[in-house]
């Protein structure tokens, strides 16, 4: 009978089940929860710090993100922060629909995606290959002849393109279709479909595990095929699916969630920011508190966006996928990191972006200091085009208080309130 156990990743409490000690033990080595011994064959299990699903023969364990988050949302934060093309239409049309498991959300998508891209064909093209060959294709690379066979006619080391479905996007595209079929518990019409798939790419390699996933370049050829390109880089870079100790089959997508928070604001932050303003941003940007002494500071600090015009920071912002406390209010020691920063930098004002919380921005500001900062909460829950409007509205608020000038106080009334939307599924509104 299959065990299907649902954590919020919150959750102080946890869940206390039936496990065998060897399940429990590779239940503990995937990391995504923590495994306390209870009594006999019985054991609490507690969120450590990250989100997604394993599964376990029958036994499935998932921690899903607070405030409800959706975990088709968390696929399109994971995928924005590795490739902002993430958001288009074939994505937002899948991500759509809302559903329990994310087993079930992952094989779904990619079926979906996967179909779709070869609606028209198997794209095909171009690949070089150096190969040793009894006839001459191509050209002959002479400095490896030489240098490999001195003195020999045959076989002769030579250079072509072929002509070929083993392309860089059909070996992403099968490899995580192989790696979807390898998850214990999927229904039967889904690993259908997902077989199906995979036996119309034939012919393209399988990526080794350990093996870098190929560089493919979007283009014109492939653009039906790259919603399912950048939902299958999601698949291998975040999930495994393997035999287990003895006939135990294993599956697991585990997630650091303030990981994915900060990617994810700050590729979307610098995005809006370098395609709007002027200046260039930087990520994780190095300065030091205090003053050299023998030419060298020790006090370092990296801040996660800052934007600079002429060279010099000008905007700075920190992302935190932190809770609030009951009263809305946040841990004093991110305002004091962000204190520290604008000391580093000669700045009046930071940026605090938080993860949820109050519906519109919040300013702090610090007393005997010329310094604001200010609170800036984001809805996850909203469809992927909304939350990039939040950060589109973000990155403006804060470019307007730069260029109005330092002297200008911000007050409450003057930062805009979020967008706010009644959200489905049973998501209240902000």
Known sequence: MSVHVVLDELDTAGRTVNLDAATATVLAGTGLVEVRPVGAARWTLLPRKRVGAVRVDDLQVQVNPKDRVGLTRLLFLLGYASDPGFLDPGYEDVEAEEHPDLWAVLAESLARLTERALLHGVLQGYRTVDEAARTVRGRIRIGDQLARR???????????????????????????????????????????????????????????????????????????????????????????????????????????????????????????????YPGHTESQYVSYLDMP????????????????????????????????????????????????????????????????????????????????????????????????????????????????????????????????ESHEHGHPPI
């Open 150 to 276: 001195p003195g020999l006619i045959l076989p002769l080391e030579v250079t072509y393109d072929e002509y070929t479905v083993d392309t860089a996007e059909n070996r992403i595209l099968r490899t995580a279709l192989r790696r979807m079929l390898a998850v214990p518990g999927l229904n039967d019409p889904t690993r259908a479909r997902l077989a199906h798939l995979d036996g119309r790419l034939d012919g393209a390699d399988v990526i080794r595990r350990g093996v870098p996933i190929p560089h493919w370049q979007p283009s014109r050829l492939n653009t039906r095929y790259q919603p399912a390109l950048r939902l299958a880089e999601v698949i291998l870079r975040n999930c495994s699916a393997e035999a287990g100790p003895g006939d135990t089959h294993v599956a697991a997508f585990v997630v650091e969630m303030w990981k994915v928070f900060e990617d994810f604001v700050t590729v979307a932050l610098r995005e809006s920011l370098t395609r709007n």
């Open 293 to 420: 002494v023998a030419g060298d500071s020790v006090v370092r600090l990296e801040t996660d966006v800052v934007h600079l015009v002429d060279s010099k920071p000008r905007l700075i912002f920190d992302a935190k996928y932190k809770v609030a406390s009951r009263g809305g209010r946040y841990p004093n020691a991110d305002h004091y990191q962000m204190l520290a920063y604008c000391t580093a930098l000669n700045l009046q004002m930071a940026w605090l972006v938080y993860a949820g919380g109050a519906s519109r921005p919040t300013p702090r500001r610090i007393v005997n200091t010329s310094v604001t900062v200010v609170e800036y909460p984001l809805d996850l829950r909203l469809q992927p085009s909304k939350l990039l409007a939040q950060i589109e509205l973000l990155a403006e608020t804060a470019w307007l208080s730069y260029a109005d000038g330092p002297h200008v106080p911000v007050v409450q009334d003057q930062l805009p309130a979020l967008p706010v």
